[in-house]
């Protein structure tokens, strides 16, 4: 089990940084295949598994690892200047980090859930601005959802509901945010319900939870919840046609997140850790909200990105199933 746990946090690593090229080398945009291509250096290692046991015999004798494979972890293991029981307390150690980690992710989602302000139905002012910006917007007369105002002078804007849905907006967001970009955060908004990425961002979790002991995961998490965003980000600004006001919805909302938090350091950490919920209002980390308006204001022309995505996947994952095949 052990040897399984680091054959997989070892091709997993590879195949993280082999994704990061290809989609550079191949100048892949298209956010469904750059989705699954994130997925991959978690999904693989998976995979993995009934191969594992599988082909036990073939890959695990002494003669496979001696003349075929291309990385012997046993042999590098005995490398290293530590005696076994070291190596296995080092290991001990990193798994409970990487279990740590975990359990502080999913702790950081909770205690996010738990601190939303409580949501009511719209009144007053609130309610004629945002019922005069919903009548504008097609996707909501084609699933007319809740719409829900939290009195807080935050920015709070999220979805919720797998079945029932709806979407909790506060009140600061709706006084500072123009007609214009009021559209343009409802429409994303919308778009994450009509696509069900609340169901997406489960199966993510799903598949974080079932790899928890492999610390690449992490990073792997964080690009497929930017790909969600990512691709919502472009679909939203396609149903509105007014990139320039939802760019400026997200500055509005950047600029107050900013101005409100005390640690900017420890809030990029938590971020980074906690991303992937009501992500529109926590992506306060100056980078990543850079990245996000130039995808916006910015798209990359069709002509520059390759026509071929899915051929490009799935060679990917043949060549590097076949690679980790050899890494024992
Ligand atoms: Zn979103």
Aim: proline share 5%; net charge positive; hydrophobic share 50%.
């Amino acid at each position: 089990m052990g040897e399984y746990i680091l054959q997989s946090i070892v091709q997993s690593a590879i195949v993280l940084l082999a994704v990061g090229a290809l989609l550079r080398i191949w100048r892949i945009r298209q956010a469904e295949t750059r989705f699954i291509f994130h997925s991959l250096p978690l999904l693989l290692p998976l995979a993995y598994l009934p191969v594992f046991w599988l082909a036990y015999p073939v890959r695990a004798s002494q003669y496979f690892r001696g003349n075929l494979a291309l990385l012997d972890l046993r042999l590098w293991g005995s490398l290293l200047p530590w005696e076994s029981t070291t190596i296995q307390y080092a290991a001990i150690i990193l798994l409970a980090a990487t279990l740590a980690l975990y359990l502080l992710q999913v702790g950081f989602l909770l205690a996010s859930r738990l601190r939303h302000p409580k949501a009511h139905e719209p009144e007053g002012a609130a309610q004629e601005k945002l019922a005069s910006v919903f009548s504008g917007l097609p996707l909501f007369s084609s699933n007319p959802v809740r719409l829900l105002v939290a009195d807080s002078q935050q920015p709070v804007l999220y979805a919720f509901g797998l079945r029932r849905q709806g979407i909790v907006i506060s009140s600061w967001m709706v006084n500072a945010l123009d007609d214009q970009e009021l559209a343009g955060v409802l429409t994303h908004e919308l778009v994450h319900l009509a696509r069900r990425d609340n169901w997406m961002n489960v199966a993510v979790f799903a598949l974080r939870t079932v790899t928890f002991y492999n610390p690449v995961g992490l990073i792997s998490f964080h690009g497929l919840v930017n790909e969600i965003e990512h691709s919502c980000d472009a679909e939203s600004v396609r149903h509105t046609g007014k990139p320039g006001a939802y760019a400026s919805a997200l500055l509005k909302i950047y600029r107050r997140t900013e101005q409100a938090g005390k640690g900017a350091g420890l809030r990029t950490w938590r971020n980074w850790i906690f991303s992937g919920t009501e992500t529109l209002e926590q992506e306060s980390e100056a980078k990543a909200i850079q990245r996000r308006l130039r995808l916006v204001l910015d798209p990359v022309p069709y002509d520059q990105r390759t026509s071929y995505p899915w051929l490009c996947l799935a060679t990917s994952t043949i060549v590097l199933l076949g690679l980790m095949f050899f890494i024992v």
